[in-house]
């Protein structure tokens, strides 16, 4: 039986002709107005939505990167900022252009960044989609220059920030910073045993500590300017024993005798950190979940507080795997 060679489309053949389809990029065409005019358009396709015909609460982009400039205690810098950027989508639409919200937010990179500044952005968004609710995210590592406890060694400590901006259908915008602070939590309970082991038997013990997490998030006051710093001059005052960059051997020793002076369990966390927020007046409301990632149990510890605001944050928190650090 003769083998047949199937017919291709895009690639010659053996013993065949030239492809039916041709190939190629002209790097030299130039777009008209007039054949930009004539591109397909699925914004004006008739009934081409699939699935049922209801609102979509947020439809975008998310992760999309790009370099803003941020004041720090440091002085400005560029920083590289992951960007999520949604807006609401009503039933009658089929979807939204998503390079409008990139392009949005492109009109304001050369600017100082500010959480303020995302009421334009977000704005912009609601004018150039057509949404009645947008919102927009931003997350970067933020540096802030650490000082040693002694020695007088300094380093940079990276805190993973986010800041977002929420618009709703009256054009009430809220503004919002999320802030991770890294501690180390040594165990009250741990620390007595040991204590007792010395002292009743002669037996040298170590407390059990661990690196742990506070995870904060704030709405900030309409009016009211809440930088990074202050969020970590809060959790540092609140947690004293924040985590250590650079260090000598006296550095080393000031920490476990810090560790010492402000042993905690996780609970004691929250509540310390609640103290601080609740009595700075610029934050209208917040939530805090701390994890202590135990080195007695092969479980964390966790826990969740929130201002207790009504209809504000709840301690509904569960993602406790992210406080991983």
Sequence with gaps: ????????????TKGGGKPSVARGYDAGFKVSAAYRAELPDMMKAEDAIQGAKVPIQQVGVSNFRLPLRFRTKA??????????????????????NMSRIVRSFYDQKDGLFTLDRLRQVLAVYRRKVGSLTARVRLTTSYPLLQRSLRSGLEGY???????????????????YIEFDFVYSSACPCSAELAEHAREERGVYAIAHNQRSKARVRVEVAPKARLTVEDLQRHCLEALKTETQVMVKREDEQAFAEMNGAYIKFVEDAARLVYERLAADKRIVDFQVACAHLESLHSHDAVSVICKGV?????????DFRSLVC
């Design 1 to 12: 039986m003769k083998k047949i060679t199937p017919k291709m489309y895009l690639h010659r």
């Design 75 to 96: 002085g400005v810098r560029e920083l590289e900022t992951h960007v999520t950027g949604t807006v609401s989508l009503e039933a009658t639409l089929k979807g939204i």
């Design 157 to 175: 400590q990276y805190y993973q920030v986010s800041f977002e901006g929420v618009m709703d259908a009256r054009g009430v915008f809220r503004k």
């Design 310 to 318: 009504r209809g504000g944050f709840t301690a509904d928190f569960m």
